[in-house]
Structure formats: structure tokens, C-alpha cells
T-cell receptor
Framework: NAGVTQTPKFRVLKTGQSMTLLCAQDMNHEYMYWYRQDPGMGLRLIHYSVGEGTTAKGEVPDGYNVSRLKKQNFLLGLESAAPSQTSVYFC??????????????FGDGTRLSIL | SQQGEEDPQALSIQEGENATMNCSYKTSINNLQWYRQNSGRGLVHLILIRSNEREKHSGRLRVTLDTSKKSSSLLITASRAADTASYFCATDPIQGAQKLVFGQGTRLTINP
């Protein structure tokens, strides 16, 4: 049981380049999330999805786009990378049970450097 | 803006001692969760305490929640070197649509 898998694990980009980060979960979870983690800032929510075909903005969505065409996959795109987007990106998923929050399951992150 | 604030930011203790970390938050919540993050890894869920609960145990972990003070604490008893990690509290705001809001974390170091 792999849980949440993120691809790639590391990437270096030049300013202005684009890329897509892939997150895959095999737990049949309805909810999926993308966070970024910066030193001293904790985790900040970029975008999230409450089900296949749905996406919504989080706390820091600017410069990012997402798609959830399949329930098990959640893609995070950077159309024109900027140095300020240098960070560690985490994907997470959780079950939907009524209206209360459930534990989130995290991948091991993608370390992204923008030069 | 982040809701949770953790105290202390860093804690260093000897193996076998107890470690206590605190979390304060600002708005009403459905529940509060604690996570551990080992260096270079993702977060791992430790324990969830609902707003109508005051204390919860899981192995060597004890979590308390005081909704009147909007605060929580995580106690790790009889610490081990393997407990060295960062610990984060995360709140599930009542109007947050299951969007957790994470604190900045406490960096715990257990010295052998």
C-alpha cells in the first residue's frame, strides 16, 4: 500500500519555465490538497479538491494551477516559475466523513528550486 | 494567515525526559490534530482530538484541548532518540471545509 506518492522528488527549474507536479493516492480518498512548506512558515495551503473534477483555492494560490481529472490524481502546475516559488511541495489526501475533518495522509514532498 | 501558533519553536531534552509542546489558535474549531515530520519526509498524523474532548492518549502521547483558552498541548513521555522531529498542530476550523490550518511547528531534539 503506497499511500500518497509524489513525482518528482527533486527538480531544478529556470525562471520562466513550466512544470507539473504529480500526486497519486491509492486510498480512494475524496479530498486532496497541495501545500508548500517554507522555512519558518509551516505549511500553507495552495489549492485543494473535494472530489474528482473539482478544485478550489487555498491560502496562497497565485502562480499555480491544479487539475483533478481522476479521483486518485491531483496535479499542480507552475506555468511560469519564479524564484519565490522555490519551496518544498507536499500533497495530502483525506477521507470525507460528514462535515468534520479527518487525518490527512502526506507524500514525502517535491523539493523545487527556481534559479 | 496561519491560525496555530506553537511554543516553543525549538526544544532540546535528554532521552527519557518528557517533552511538552503547546499550540494556540484563534477561531472555533471542529478538531485539532498533531503531526510529526522527520527530516526530509512528509508529515505523519499522530492524534486527533475533537472539540468536545478534553484529553486523549495514544501510547506515549497525551494531548489536551482547552477550547475556552483556544489552546492544546502535546506531551511525549519517556522520550527516545527516534522522537527527534518537528511537531505541528493543525486546526480544522468550523467554517474551514476540512481545510487544516497548520502552525509553524516545534523542532524537538532528543539527546542520547
Amino acid at each position: 500500500n503506497a499511500g500518497v506518492t509524489q513525482t518528482p522528488k527533486f527538480r531544478v527549474l529556470k525562471t520562466g519555465q513550466s512544470m507539473t507536479l504529480l500526486c497519486a493516492q491509492d486510498m480512494n480518498h475524496e479530498y486532496m490538497y497541495w501545500y508548500r512548506q517554507d522555512p519558518g512558515m509551516g505549511l500553507r495551503l495552495i489549492h485543494y479538491s473535494v472530489g474528482e473534477g473539482t478544485t478550489a483555492k487555498g491560502e496562497v494560490p497565485d502562480g499555480y494551477n491544479v487539475s483533478r481529472l481522476k479521483k486518485q490524481n491531483f496535479l499542480l502546475g507552475l506555468e511560469s516559475a519564479a524564484p519565490s516559488q522555490t519551496s518544498v511541495y507536499f500533497c495530502a489526501s483525506s477521507r470525507h466523513v460528514g462535515g468534520a475533518g479527518q487525518p490527512q495522509h502526506f507524500g514525502d514532498g517535491t523539493r523545487l528550486s527556481i534559479l | 494567515s496561519q491560525q496555530g501558533e506553537e511554543d516553543p519553536q525549538a526544544l532540546s531534552i535528554q532521552e527519557g525526559e518528557n517533552a511538552t509542546m503547546n499550540c494556540s489558535y484563534k477561531t472555533s474549531i471542529n478538531n485539532l490534530q498533531w503531526y510529526r515530520q522527520n527530516s526530509g519526509r512528509g508529515l505523519v498524523h499522530l492524534i486527533l482530538i475533537r472539540s468536545n474532548e478534553r484529553e486523549k492518549h495514544s501510547g506515549r502521547l497525551r494531548v489536551t484541548l482547552d477550547t475556552s483558552k483556544k489552546s492544546s498541548s502535546l506531551l511525549i513521555t519517556a522520550s527516545r532518540a527516534a522522537d527527534t522531529a518537528s511537531y505541528f498542530c493543525a486546526t480544522d476550523p468550523i467554517q474551514g471545509a476540512q481545510k487544516l490550518v497548520f502552525g509553524q511547528g516545534t523542532r524537538l531534539t532528543i539527546n542520547p
